[in-house]
């Protein structure tokens, strides 16, 4: 059982910065491409950023590109999310996740393509 615990969120201003982790359990880190989401209240959750095993070709949504930056550490089983200019409508709870759809044909900004997901870390951003 894979285990996802995220953490670094917070209530910031707008403009601030953040950085949030994600510790993932289990001696198969380096071989899952790790993903974070967001949901918002009365919104789906959403694709924010995505990682291969190496930690190259990162992958962004539109409306985090540029600002944003997804990294991991393979030593320390973690994943990070650097989030800088922030805005309000980044307010949201944040997830990571490995991705489980190896062999299905979903893309990795698919929420169904993954199956074990944290508790989550709230990020919230006052205008």
């Known amino acids: 059982q894979v285990q996802v615990v995220e953490s670094g969120g917070g209530l910031v201003q707008a403009g601030a910065s953040l950085r949030l982790s994600c510790a993932v359990s289990?001696?198969?880190?380096?071989?899952?491409?790790m993903a974070w989401f967001r949901q918002a209240p009365e919104k789906e959750r959403e694709f924010v950023a995505a990682?291969?095993?190496?930690?190259?070709?990162?992958d962004y949504a539109d409306s985090v590109k540029g600002r944003f930056t997804i990294s991991r550490d393979n030593a320390r089983n973690t994943v990070y999310l650097q989030m800088n200019s922030l805005r309000p409508d980044d307010t949201a709870v944040y997830y990571c996740?490995?991705?489980?759809?190896?062999?299905?044909?979903?893309?990795?900004?698919?929420?169904?393509?993954?199956?074990?997901w944290g508790q989550g870390t709230q990020v919230t951003v006052s205008s």
């Open positions: 996740a490995p991705y489980s759809g190896t062999g299905s044909g979903m893309s990795t900004r698919e929420v169904e393509g993954y199956a074990y």
């Open positions: 990682i291969s095993q190496r930690g190259l070709s990162p």
């Open positions: 289990g001696p198969l880190f380096s071989s899952y491409i």
